[in-house]
């Protein structure tokens, strides 16, 4: 009876050893990227201070973080408090609102792009401050790069979100022109 | 007065039944395997729905925590309602006001705070 349940126990563990093992691999082979062993040989030499480019990334990280939070913030407030709700009662009150409705449904579009972008970014960039640069400092250089390239990815998401939200206002400006001349020829 | 007489377990059923002690051994053992996966499929989830990354309370980011509790409140805009002029104006000041709050950050993730420069790096191909 004893062998019985000593068995089982160790099976148990045995099993949540196994899936602990199977997800510290997998991460870790999302921590060696998508290089292949030639694109080492792309650079002959890569001098940098690990310690140093480390520190200054993770102060990047740190930074991004929070402007992800404020902006994330910002742009719920524009969708979901603003652009939403105007375009409701555009509809209440049967108005032609269709440019505006078009717009936000862009911007929406938009902010799902960003935040699917910016996660991709941000795990690349944690990839970064976890792998270890100095004994393979090529690979990681390219890594750098890659993760530079992303970033770009985002800050052109945040520059198309800018231009939406002025297109909107725009759209908006068009439509109050539009009000305010239909209200003048009524009380004409 | 019928008197109620044990029946024998036969010999071979008795043998199949598990004993208590193994079962509540293998109990708990699923449990804990039940319980490991499920927090590994939560953590999956908490770090690919994108919560991970808007997520300010670790450790070394007391700082940024700080900052981002210091956000002004917002003053939505009712979904229902006439748009006369003052609720064009108030829509107007709204949107304005978060609009240019969030123009401040519209360099935000330049790639230029990636280059190679300002980390003393320094690359020949």
Known sequence: MHRISLVISIAALLLSGVVLLAHSVSAQSGEEGQLQPADAALYESVTMDCLDVKYKLGEIHRTDRLLRVTLGEGYDNMSSNLMDRLNSRIVQNRLDGGELVRIASEFE??????????????????????????????????????????????HEDVGTLSTLMQRYHDAFKDLRQEIERSAEEESE | MIARVKQPIPDDAAAKKLPYRVTFVAMISGAIVIALLLVLLSMYLYNRSGAAQLDLSLPGLQEQRMKAQKTERFESFSASGPLNEDALDQFNQSYTGQQSAILQDKDGFAPDELNDEPRNISAEK
């Open chain 1, 109 to 154: 579009e938009a902010h799902a792009t960003f935040r699917e972008n910016y996660t991709e970014y941000d795990d690349a960039m944690l990839d970064l401050l976890k792998a270890n640069c100095q004994s393979r400092t090529q690979t990681y250089y390219l890594e750098l790069q890659e993760t530079k390239e992303l970033r770009r990815v985002v």
